[in-house]
């Protein structure tokens, strides 16, 4: 008899949410509304637990700065003679760092 897959962890569909509009090239402006609906979401929850929220949040802004990271790190790499490539890892970098920004934000506030 074939499991139900598990749903995955709030934390973790966040960030597939959240890479799914990268993917797309969503502006940076829209990725942190996203972050912002996702923490107004958690906080909204019937379950919801404040300090969990909180955990959620921060788990959250960590699993994004590895991204800004590595999103830095890649802008590195491009090659310049590839403006395309450039723009493309400039935007995702962008991207990364407002929801970074965003996911502050919101664990301040929470």
């Given at each position: 008899m074939?499991?139900?897959p598990?749903?995955?962890?709030?934390?973790?569909?966040?960030?597939?949410?959240?890479?799914?509009?990268?993917?797309?090239?969503v502006?940076?402006?829209?990725?942190?509304?996203?972050?912002?609906?996702?923490?107004?979401?958690?906080?909204?929850?019937?379950?919801?637990?404040?300090?969990?929220?909180?955990?959620?949040?921060?788990?959250l802004?960590?699993?994004?700065?590895?991204?800004?990271?590595?999103?830095?790190?890649?802008?590195?790499?491009?090659?310049?003679?590839?403006?395309?490539?450039?723009?493309?890892?400039?935007?995702?970098?962008?991207?990364?760092?407002?929801?970074q920004?965003?996911?502050?934000?919101?664990?301040?506030a929470?």
């Open positions: 074939a499991r139900k598990a749903r995955p962890r709030p934390v973790d569909a966040a960030i597939i949410r959240l890479m799914a509009l990268v993917a797309k090239g502006a940076p402006h829209r990725m942190a509304r996203e972050v912002e609906i996702i923490a107004a979401e958690w906080a909204a929850a019937p379950e919801a637990d404040p300090s969990e929220v909180r955990d959620r949040l921060d788990q802004r960590e699993m994004i700065a590895t991204g800004v990271a590595d999103a830095e790190e890649q802008v590195s790499d491009v090659d310049s003679s590839e403006p395309a490539a450039v723009k493309q890892a400039a935007a995702t970098l962008a991207a990364l760092r407002a929801t920004d965003a996911a502050t934000r919101a664990l301040e929470a």
